[in-house]
Each structure stands twice: as C-alpha cells, then as structure tokens.
C-alpha cells in the first residue's frame, strides 16, 4: 500500500486477512483481519477525529481522550520514559513486580531500556487505558518511533498513537516518516534488539525502503484490529465468538 502512496495513489485502505505466528489468545489468532489506511497529509488531529466518529459510529461511544506516553507512564508506573535512563526503568520494572528476560542486564544500555520499556507498556500500562472511553496513547519516546516521523519542534518525541478501549487494544500508527535512510536505520536496529533476545533477524523490505523518498507524501498509516472491533460492538470476551472459525478449528 505504501508504494502505491509512492506512486500518487492518494488517500488509500484495505480490508484483509493478515498473519502473525506464534500468537493466539482470547483477542488474537494467527489469523486475524485488519483495517489498514493511509491518508496523505492527515495529522494525528485528524486521526483522532476520524477514530472518535468511527468509535462512536460503530461503539456508541462519546468521546476519545488523549494522552502521552509521558503522562501514562508516570501516572501508572511512576516513571518518565521521555527522560528515564535505563537504570530507572530497569527499577521501575522490580517496582511493579516484573521479571526481564535472563541475561538483560548484559545487554547495552539502548537494549535494556527498549525491553524495559515494552515490558511496562504491555503488563502495566495498557490494560489501564480505555476502561472507560476510548483513549489515544500518544507522544512516543523516539527510539520508540517504529516507522513514525519525530516532532520537529520536540525531536525526543515520535508522532505515534495506539488506540484502546475496554482494555483492548484496537488500533496504532502514526504521522509517517518518508526518509529511507532514517528507516532503514531503525529497521537495523530492530533486527539487533531481536538477535539480543535470541530471535531470528528479518529481512528488510528493500522494495518498500526504495518507495521512500521525494515521491512518499507525508500523512498517516493507521490499522485497526477489525476482529477485536467487531467482537466489542458484540459485547463478546473472545474474538472466536464472532468469527466462523479460528486458526484450531479452520
């Protein structure tokens, strides 16, 4: 999709079928359908007015809150990421009762505080958002960017969201970063971050990194985890109990 951005396609979505091994649990299957768009020149401003009609729309919901990676974590986990030192989110994680992997501690310093932060986010922050009405956790610290542009006014901070509600987690993305030099060093650090947690490398997407650049408009990419929606708007536990079959049964 984002090489067809490339290539003047203009405002864009999918409905699919997309896979991710190793996963299977109440809210996800190996097997699951997303909602993926891009929108050229669109902001997170505009996004979360998106979001909030189409929560609304679809939810009933009234209202979308937004708030930084920041506040969430200070608020939840008493610490900054946007300033914390590794030590200190290291102390955070025995704080809130968490074990790293063995072997952490050995790691670089940029490594331990990725996992360190990945930890607190999955066990801690997230399943205190949205219990209430949708939230847009936003803000990121940039070593967190994934494929998000930084703010150039507040270059520690990426134009990141993810979206939750009901503890779920339904949606991410972000203001889009267009420079290949920029994301293919950060795709080289991902890869080293997975051979420091004895995971395999991935291969970089070389024909995508080549449809960054003068002809990439800037805007967001955004994904919705439709299956999850969908089992919300039902008032079900499980996506299985909106879905034909899941990945044991098919």
């Known amino acids: 999709m984002k090489r067809l951005l490339a290539a003047a396609s203009g405002p864009i979505y999918q409905l699919a079928h997309c896979f991710r091994a190793g996963e299977r649990s109440p809210r996800h299957d190996t097997e699951f359908i997303m909602l993926e768009w891009y929108q050229p020149q669109a ?60 072997g952490t501690n ?45 703010d150039p006014e507040q270059p520690e901070r990426a134009c990141r969201f993810e979206l939750f509600y009901a503890g779920v987690e339904l949606a991410n993305g972000w203001e889009e970063e267009t420079c290949a030099t920029e994301l293919r060093k950060r795709l080289l650090f991902t890869n080293r971050l997975r051979q420091s947690q004895r995971r395999p490398s991935l291969p970089l997407p070389e024909r995508l990194l080549a449809a960054h650049g003068d002809a990439m408009p800037p805007g967001v990419g955004a994904a919705l985890g439709f299956d999850r929606l969908v089992m919300l708007a039902a008032g079900a536990d499980s996506i299985d109990a909106v879905r034909g079959f899941n990945s044991d049964t098919a």
Do not use: K
């Open 43 to 102: 902001t997170l401003d505009d996004t979360a007015e998106l979001l909030t009609d189409l929560l609304s729309r679809t939810l009933g919901t009234t209202g979308l809150q937004r708030i930084s990676c920041r506040d969430a974590f200070s608020l939840h986990a008493g610490v900054d990421p946007m300033v914390a030192a590794a030590d200190e989110l290291l102390a955070a994680v025995a704080r809130c009762g968490l074990v790293l992997p063995e």
């Open 106 to 150: 050995r790691l670089p310093d940029r490594d331990r505080w990725s996992l360190a932060f990945d930890l607190l986010l999955g066990e801690v922050i997230t399943p205190r958002l949205g219990l209430d009405q949708p939230v847009m956790l936003e803000s990121w610290p940039a070593s967190e960017a994934a494929f998000a542009r930084l």
